[in-house]
């Protein structure tokens, strides 16, 4: 009991509970021999597209693949998703800008983990918010599209920072977009040194097999550190 | 805009270190926001202004020191009896 105002030494990461349950599920993840791969990028980047693609190709090699998905609302995502054959579910944030490590955690409460072999998480589209939230994730793909702009990794160093690996996605569509890679790749490495860069389009197909082999842990990825 | 998320946690740590010492309410608390926090200091005082009300840290002082890297620490609590 304190009778006259003190001030008391803390040093607590704001955010440990949500660092608690990604602990959790990294640990569940593990124990279930999970792969969890997770997409953020700024709305309209390619996300949905290159996920429903991934499905498809990994759901018809026989990988046991499954999706959540983060909107703020609809289900359009899912629906979209499920096509590919892969279970999906749908978390609806309402107002929230972001997913955190209990929402990932409720949603997958039915699921038998042991039945799946990689976990794709998609983020609500936000280049801000979904930076500070670890997921639990092993790999965490930054999305930037080849019609974006060469800066967006300048303009948000901070979710290239809390991310492993950049995908630069729609680049059928960078020669009309007169998207500059070769400033795309210098801005990614000025905000994260050493970053691996995937370029690729969901599209036609091209870099599609080195994204899978990044999404499967077939090639020397990039250590997390969101943990830092 | 998480910011009135990231207001309340912080919130909640000085109410649990209050609570800890026997105090009544909070006076101040420091903390250290990253450049790459990803967290805006405008939008967060904002929002700790509004996230106080009705708590032992209504009327409190924020005090935010930015820094560089990714953290976002609580590093001091000032509580009164």
Excluded at chain 1, 7 to 12: A, L
Excluded at chain 1, 94 to 116: F, I, K
Excluded at chain 1, 202 to 220: Q, Y
Excluded at chain 2, 3 to 14: F, M
Aim: charged share 25%; with cysteine; hydrophobic share 40%.
């Amino acid at each position: 009991m304190i009778t006259v105002p003190r001030i008391v030494e803390v040093r607590k990461r704001v955010l440990k509970e949500n660092d608690l349950i990604a602990h959790q599920l990294r640990d569940k993840f593990r124990e279930c021999n999970v792969r969890v791969v997770s997409l953020v990028s700024s709305p309209g980047s390619g996300k949905t597209t290159l996920l429903e693609r991934t499905l498809t190709i990994l759901h018809r090699t026989h990988h046991r693949v499954a999706a959540l998905v983060g909107d703020l609302a609809t289900e359009n995502d899912a629906e979209r998703l499920r096509r590919s054959g892969a279970p999906v579910r749908q978390i609806t944030t309402g107002t929230v800008c972001h997913l955190d490590a209990s929402m990932v955690s409720r949603a997958l409460s039915e699921w038998d983990l042991h039945q799946v072999e990689v976990l794709f998480i998609e983020n609500v589209g936000n280049l801000v918010c979904p930076s500070s939230y670890d997921l639990g994730e092993d790999l965490r793909a930054v999305l930037l599209s080849a019609t974006e702009g060469e800066d967006k990794p300048l303009k948000y160093p901070s979710i290239f920072n809390s991310a492993d690996v950049a995908v630069i996605t729609k680049m059928d569509l960078a020669a009309v977009a007169e998207f500059d890679r070769r400033a795309a790749a210098a801005n990614i490495q000025t905000v994260r040194p050493g970053m691996r860069v995937v370029e690729l389009s969901a599209k036609n197909g091209d870099g599609m097999d080195e994204w899978i082999s990044c999404v499967l842990g077939r090639s020397a990825a990039v250590p997390h550190t969101n943990a830092g | 805009m998480h910011e009135l998320s990231i207001a309340l946690s912080i919130i909640d740590l000085a109410e649990e270190e209050m609570r800890l010492y026997g105090g009544e309410r909070v006076r101040s608390i420091r903390i250290e926001v990253g450049s790459l926090a990803g967290v805006a200091s405008d939008a967060l005082l904002f929002s700790f202004g509004l996230a106080c009300e009705g708590t032992p840290a209504e009327g409190s002082r924020l005090i935010v020191h930015e820094t560089a890297g990714r953290q976002l620490d609580v590093v001091a609590v000032e509580i009164e009896p």
